[in-house]
């Protein structure tokens, strides 16, 4: 199926494992350029491998902490001008939805 989203770039949080990679996979199969991202070093490296070997597309991985501002910073260095965020990374603490503020969200 044609997305028409073949040639973007887009940023992949937290993405050298489970539903981030398949994320990553999946834009990276549609045509998408990659940046990956991930903690583990060995993590993201094989998971950048892996893509590659799957589609052709530019995949580059950066290793750091999404949460704090160096690693945002770091993100967004490799990619400057994302048409597309996936924003996946932990999430508001484990609770009743209703006990949530808009801080914690």
Request: charged fraction near 20%; aromatic fraction near 2%; charge should be neutral.
């Amino acid at each position: 199926m044609d997305l028409g989203i073949r040639g973007r770039k887009a940023i992949v949080c937290a993405s050298s494992q489970g539903l981030g990679r398949g994320c990553a996979l999946a834009l990276a199969e549609a045509g998408v350029a990659l940046v990956i991202n991930g903690r583990n070093q060995r993590l993201v490296e094989a998971t950048a491998a892996d893509i590659r070997s799957r589609a052709s597309v530019n995949v580059t991985p950066v290793v750091a902490d999404v949460t704090t501002a160096e690693g945002q910073a770091a993100l967004l260095a490799a990619c400057p001008e994302p048409d597309i965020l996936v924003n996946n990374n932990g999430g508001p603490p484990f609770r009743n939805f209703r006990e949530l503020d808009r801080q914690a969200l």
